[in-house]
Nanobody, 123 residues
């Protein structure tokens, strides 16, 4: 079964850190660009970060630049999102996804999604 499974979410105080993982099964993650998105209640799903196949090129939303780091370990078929200096506005369900389209910012450019992991940042 082809799937992505996120883990690592939780409740953290403002200024804290979390590391999200995205484990792939049934597919070779190294063949794809992957991304992280988040969705807060009542809001649209928004782009957070993306990483090239080899991990050498990364992209970030302005709101997380300098605080979040996307990475991947192709030997483990797993992607990661290290989140530091968390803010209450980072509270959302975080999703990892496999990119299939030509761009990387829109959710429409991704064709496989995990179930999401909740991140809650308290003030």
């Amino acid at each position: 079964q082809v799937q992505l499974v996120e883990s690592g979410g939780g409740l953290v105080q403002a200024g804290g850190s979390l590391r999200l993982s995205c484990a792939a099964s049934g597919l070779t993650l190294s063949r794809y660009m992957m991304g992280w998105f988040r969705q807060a209640p009542g809001k649209e799903r928004e782009f957070v970060a993306a990483i090239w196949w080899t991990g050498g090129t990364t992209f970030y939303a302005d709101s997380v630049k300098g605080r979040f780091t996307i990475s991947r370990d192709n030997t483990k078929n797993t992607g990661y999102l290290q989140m530091n200096s968390l803010k209450p506005e980072d509270t959302a369900v975080y999703y990892c996804a496999r990119k299939s389209g030509t761009n990387y910012v829109s959710p429409r450019d991704y064709d496989l999604w995990g179930q999401g992991t909740q991140v809650t940042v308290s003030s």
